[in-house]
């Protein structure tokens, strides 16, 4: 390992100002943009420009039954869009999800999944009717946090004998030829102040629920740092990899490979969401994210430490690690105070393993860097999320500068990031005690 171990709009999704809400946006079948508003003791869902923001607080059972009932709805919606309707193959994720992730999932992500469901399931109003999956249980959360894990795994038992074919094709109607997600995070001689910034963009092309990522989710929990994170609805992590802590800690991704190597660890979904409840440090969560490993979501993460204004770049595969850290001034390719991400591994061995391609998005952010080193700021991150092979397969835009980081904000656009199209900033409402 190497010690360099359109308007669709923008939203600033703060904890410390005040008001919000998320308007028109994707829903299961049977649920209207108006059917379902609900209210939960010491949480809050609000809906504007195509997101839905939600606050939850409190014990893993508390905050999992609040984030339950304020996304019955579209927790539905995502496990029908999902399963497309199809019970044995619902069956052989449940069943899947529970044989290779039951027993590592701690006690505390146990009973917030468990809270999740129990909310869930007990939302049974008019909205919901038409849609399927009237009864939600711990093993159907289970096995939706586990969706990413065997989406890019070759975990065992991960095809079905019916389909003779790959989960993503015939499951997802993805190619698997676009990976999803473009990236950057710069700091130091990169920046106009010398902080932080940094982007990311979902790329999700074909992929039937990705309609359902248009939830940020603001977690006060009992232990550990508060966070905000894009989510699909019932999960405890962010899956599209989008998360800021109240330390100060910034983390994103892309991916490295449409097949990650199984082995026998925790799943992606609990070591990246631990890593930022509990990581203050770029080090901590490096280490939060390598250790216990399943190698089945292999990814090149992008951690950033406003603190510090440190900054890494983070290869993680089953066999092969490499890390890049501005602590250390290690640039790729002489990129001062840059790391860009697309899907592509730097590391040699890294490569080697998991294979890939370069597709030109590398060259795009070094003329990115090149043209904007020294000036990049939020507003030219936004403008990076509009670049054309930046955006080409992009589902939304994520931009955070050292002001929102501190605040623990996110400028984010629901849809594909245009040139000139409006960004938005909105504030979440900071009623959390």
């Known amino acids: 390992m190497h010690s360099r171990t359109r308007r669709a709009s923008l939203l ?28 939960a003791v010491e949480g809050s869902r609000e809906e504007k420009n195509g997101w839905i923001i939600v606050h939850v607080a409190g014990s893993p059972t508390d905050r999992g039954r609040q984030l339950g009932r304020l996304l019955a709805p ?7 869009s999902i399963s497309k309707g199809d019970d044995r193959y619902w069956r052989n994720q449940r069943d899947l999800a529970t044989k290779l992730f039951a027993s590592k999932v701690s006690p505390e992500y146990q009973a917030e999944m468990q809270g999740i469901a129990d909310g869930a399931d007990a939302v049974q109003t008019s909205a919901l009717q038409g849609v399927d999956f009237k009864h939600v249980d711990y093993t159907d959360i289970l096995a939706l946090n586990s969706v990413v894990d065997l989406m890019f795994s070759d975990a065992p038992g991960r095809l079905l004998p019916a389909w003779g ?4 094709k015939h499951r997802l109607g993805w190619d698997g030829k676009h990976l999803p997600c473009s990236a950057f995070i710069a700091t130091g001689a990169a920046t106009a102040d010398g902080k932080i910034v940094v982007g990311h963009s979902t790329w999700a092309p074909g992929i039937a629920f990705a309609k359902f990522y248009n939830v940020m989710v603001d977690i006060k929990p009992d232990q550990g740092h508060r966070l905000l994170m894009q989510a699909l609805p019932g999960t405890i992590s962010s899956n ?3 998360y800021l802590n109240d330390a100060g800690i910034v983390l994103t991704e ?8 199984f082995q026998d660890g925790d799943p992606i979904f609990q070591r990246s969401r631990k890593a930022v409840q509990y990581g203050g440090t770029v080090d901590e969560v490096i280490t ?6 399943n190698g089945d979501y292999p990814n090149e993460w992008l951690v950033g430490d406003l603190k510090t204004n440190d900054i890494a770049m983070f290869e993680l595969a089953t066999a092969h690690q490499a890390a890049w850290r501005s602590s250390q001034k290690q640039w ?3 990129q001062e105070g840059f790391y860009g991400g697309n899907n592509y591994a730097k590391d040699p061995g890294v490569r080697a393993e998991l294979g890939g391609w370069e597709d030109g998005r590398g060259r795009i952010w070094a003329n990115f860097y090149a043209k904007n080193k020294g000036h990049i700021d939020a507003a030219v991150g936004r403008a990076a999320m509009e670049l054309r092979g930046i955006n080409d397969y992009s589902m939304d835009g994520k ?14 656009h629901w849809g594909r990031p245009a040139t000139g199209g409006q960004w938005d900033a909105l504030g979440a409402a900071a009623f959390i005690k």
């Not at 892309?254 to 190597?261: E, I, K």
């Not at 939060?288 to 490993?293: D, I, K, M, V, W």
């Not at 500068?401 to 996110?410: E, G, Q, R, V, Y």
């Open 240 to 242: 599209t990899d989008w």
């Open 74 to 80: 579209e927790i539905r919606g995502v496990l029908k």
């Open 12 to 39: 600033a999704l703060g904890l410390a100002l005040a008001g919000c809400g998320v308007g028109p946006m994707a829903h299961g079948p049977g649920v209207t943009a108006t059917s379902f508003h609900a209210s």
């Open 165 to 168: 074919g790959d989960f993503i």
């Open 332 to 334: 790729y390719e002489g």
């Open 254 to 261: 892309t991916t490295l490979s449409s097949s990650g190597h």
């Open 399 to 412: 931009v955070a500068d050292s002001a929102n980081l501190a605040s623990l904000t996110s400028w984010a």
């Open 288 to 293: 939060t994210l390598a250790a216990h490993n």
